[in-house]
């Protein structure tokens, strides 16, 4: 037989992993491992497979890292041979788009073979196009069942905190109980209550710090409630946040809004009034709920790292005698072994301004032309992308034709099984090599068109934009175009994020629009 017509052995897989997962400590405690686990074993059997490996994992797959699941990936990519992973059900192994690509490329490389039970699907490097589709299909209705959920419970969640209703665990000088009809409320804690009272007293005659009134909380007998700490004293950061927490005079902060709770206070609202102040003037006020106190919001909090020593920057605003108020970045290492000073904002403001914020600014006009070409750009791709998307179509249409008529002709005898077996390779390779290149030509509506031209107005604007800002909003903007920062000495090092750093590397600005549409999936991505 002619070389060409001869089939690749494909490798057999008879190994598997097993994989169970529920998404909280509740379903454990259930049978719902052990009711997944003992239909996968069957299953199993049936199919001869071998488990090598089983993976029990309490995990959501919508929060976190999902750091045992990658360790399931980092186990299979190890290994020399095929391996099947079996679950359950598809919303077992995933219920996000997000993990398709890693799943995706282990199975064209013929790494493994995917079994959905409950779905009667099992794909590898050849399966047919509508098992692919039939496995995304899956994928999405799962993500849509887990948005819905997560909306339902947000709602629920609201209407709790509009009816004066704390869900949570409560804050320490509280404690939850049950009352005379068993449903849960919050009642003052009789021993908690009285320190919290003395420390909010004691801070309010401007004769502590925090460090003091730490020590304070410790002389008193302030200790933790939860359970990994109980007995222990309270951090220095918990006290802080009791002393920040608007909670004990009646409102509750959550998630940028404010709601009044049913709850006894532990203090009056000119108290608590008074210690913010004063947390102000001593230029240590951090909290995001507290604002209202806060006269300099941070733009650096919790961004820079020292370069000598690795510790976080702690904004700190120094009020001068003339009344000017400055703001400086200390070092957090609590020993005297870095040698890093205390660094002015402005200092970096500067350099950002100099380096990063004037560079990618344009001049109206310049930016005016830019952007009737970005449009006539992505008109243009949009009309390729469009023409292209037809083409493999059709040309996935004709590999179709040609699968039928091949099988038609090996079943009238008209070809031998080995010929037959190779037309049927050489045709899903070709699919596959299709179906890789569409995703290449994407779908440029009027929504993603309008979504790149806002971003480009944004970086071209982006000095203007940061002057006009209030210093959460430098924040955020700074976020999305720098990572990775470390002061050394008064030298701030950093790294651009993506696609911005294309936009700086590149020499004539004319080049934006079309920098911009090949690199369209990453300026859609943006945030602004």
């Known amino acids: ?102 799943l995706n490329k282990l199975r064209k490389d013929g790494k493994i073979v995917l079994h959905f039970m409950k779905e009667n699907i099992i794909l590898d490097e050849d399966s ?32 709790l905190w509009e009816q004066g209703i704390w869900p949570g665990e409560a804050p320490l000088g509280y404690l939850n109980k049950r009352d005379d009809e068993n449903k849960a409320t919050i009642v003052i804690d009789p ?11 004691e801070y309010a005659t401007g004769g502590h ?24 004293f ?10 920040t927490n608007p909670f004990y ?68 605003t120094k009020i001068k005698k003339n009344g000017k108020q400055y703001i400086y970045l200390r070092c957090g290492h609590p020993n005297k072994t870095c040698h890093q000073g205390i660094v002015n904002e402005n200092i970096i403001l500067e350099q950002l301004k100099t380096e990063l914020l004037d560079r990618i600014t344009l ?11 970005l449009i006539k750009d992505l008109d243009d791709t949009s009309a390729f992308n469009k023409i292209m998307k037809t083409n493999i179509s059709n040309k996935l249409t004709e590999l179709k034709v040609k699968e039928d008529k091949a099988l038609d002709f090996y079943l009238e005898g008209k070809l031998s099984q080995e010929i037959y077996e190779a037309k049927q390779e050489q045709i899903s390779k070709e699919r596959q090599e299709l179906e890789i290149t569409a995703e290449k030509y994407k779908t440029i509506n009027s929504e993603i068109k309008q979504k790149i031209i ?34 050394n000495g008064s030298v701030l090092e950093y790294k651009l994020l993506k696609p911005f750093d294309k936009l700086l590397g590149c020499s004539d600005y004319k080049s934006w629009p079309a920098i911009i549409t090949k690199h369209l999936n990453e300026f859609e991505e943006i945030k602004i």
């Not at 460090?211 to 007995?231: N, T």
């Not at 220095?236 to 002393?243: E, G, H, K, Q, S």
């Not at 209202?292 to 690795?310: D, L, N, S, V």
Request: hydrophobic content about 35%; proline content about 3%.
């Open 191 to 201: 021993v908690r209550s009285l320190i919290i009272k003395k420390l909010y007293d």
């Open 363 to 373: 001049p109206p006009t310049l930016q005016k032309v830019l952007k009737n070409q």
């Open 454 to 487: 806002d971003v480009m107005s944004m970086a071209s604007n982006v000095s203007f934009i940061f002057a006009k800002a209030n210093p959460t909003q430098k924040q955020k903007l700074l976020k999305s175009l720098i990572t990775d920062c470390k002061l």
């Open 1 to 102: 037989m002619r070389k060409k017509y001869q089939k690749a052995v494909k490798e057999k897989c008879s190994e598997a992993i097993i994989f169970a997962r529920v998404s909280s400590e509740k379903q454990e405690k259930g049978a719902s491992i052990e009711a997944q686990k003992e239909l996968i074993y069957n299953y199993c059997a049936q199919h001869h497979l071998k488990i090598i490996k089983e993976f029990e994992i309490t995990e959501s797959t919508t929060r976190g890292d999902r750091v045992k699941y990658n360790e399931m990936l980092d186990f299979i990519r190890a290994r020399k041979k095929k391996t099947a992973i079996v679950v359950n059900c598809v919303d077992r192994l995933q219920r996000s788009d997000e993990d398709n690509p890693a």
């Open 234 to 243: 309270v951090s220095r950061n918990t006290v802080y946040d009791i002393l």
């Open 249 to 316: 005079y009646g409102e509750m902060y959550i998630q940028g809004n404010v709601y009044k709770h049913i709850y006894e206070p532990l203090v009056s609202k000119e108290l608590f009034d008074r210690v913010q102040k004063l947390f102000t003037q001593n230029g240590n006020h951090n909290r995001n709920n507290t604002t209202e106190y806060a006269k300099t919001p941070y733009i650096f909090r919790k961004m820079i790292h020292c370069k000598e020593c690795g510790c976080l920057f702690t904004p700190e």
């Open 209 to 232: 710090s925090l460090k003091s009134i730490w020590k304070l909380s410790q002389e008193l007998g302030l200790v933790s409630k939860r359970k990994k700490r109980k007995g222990r």
């Open 128 to 159: 047919p196009v509508h098992d692919i589709f039939a496995w995304k299909m899956n994928v999405l209705m799962a993500g849509n069942y887990t948005d819905s959920l997560s909306y339902n419970v947000k709602r629920s969640f609201t209407h």
